[in-house]
């Protein structure tokens, strides 16, 4: 029962964490909301790095305890993370929806020099490394199979309930901002679909990790700040 606890913690731990610092962040920034200094007004700035430093210690501190299995279907999870990319991009690029421009700002600090690059770097490791090893560890690595068995680890990855498909797939999609809900409940079911399809966490975090990377990019050239 300890170890069963312990793997618990391994992998519910780092999401709780990312998600317990997102709402801490928001409750900041709605108390300094009229504050001039930015670390009130604007605690994204510093939020963030900090969940990138917390969640990474946390993945190293039980990185015994966590099962990626094999890296399988690369160039599946690859495309599917492309079609997801697709998935949010699609109304702002190819419908002519409204741009959301209010979010995390790269030139916040600056828009040129090392605290431009240091700004740009940590969103981006946050965005592309943290955010995909901690979601998809928790979603697709212990909840897709919790819902099968308590006992998840004696459930093989991949398992296949509708249950637990369609309780993973609008639980991620909660996770999101409401603008984000249609893209995020596809892209759950997707990601959900490469863990079926590949058998393999390492994929499903590769998945995660091209869309995101992907997004990044897309945010970067069109200034859509609200994405990230």
């Not at 606890?5 to 928001?26: S, T």
């Amino acid at each position: 029962m300890i170890g069963s606890h312990l793997h618990e913690r391994a992998y519910a731990g780092p999401f709780f964490a990312f998600l317990g610092l997102l709402f801490f962040g928001q409750a900041v920034a709605g108390l300094g909301d009229g504050y001039a200094h930015w670390a009130l007004a604007e605690p994204r700035y510093w939020v963030y790095p900090l969940q990138l430093a917390v969640c990474a210690a946390l993945l190293w501190r039980w990185r015994g305890c966590i099962v990626f299995g094999p890296l399988r279907g690369a160039g599946t999870a690859a495309v599917a993370g492309l079609i997801a990319l697709l998935l949010w991009v699609f109304p702002q690029q190819f419908l002519g929806f409204p741009a959301r421009t209010d979010g995390f700002r790269p030139d916040f600090f600056g828009s040129e020099g090392l605290p431009y690059w240091l700004n740009v770097a940590g969103r981006f490791a946050r965005l592309v490394v943290i955010v995909p090893l901690v979601e998809e560890i928790f979603w697709r690595g212990f909840l897709l199979r919790y819902l099968v068995r308590e006992d998840f680890r004696a459930v093989p990855f991949g398992t296949f309930t509708w249950q637990s498909f369609a309780i993973t797939s609008g639980a991620f999609c909660l996770e999101h901002q409401p603008a984000d809900w249609p893209a995020a409940l596809l892209t759950g079911a997707l990601y959900n679909v490469v863990a079926y399809r590949t058998r393999s966490l390492a994929a499903c975090v590769i998945t995660h990790a091209v869309t995101n990377l992907g997004l990044g990019i897309w945010v970067m050239r069109t200034g859509q700040w609200g994405f990230w």
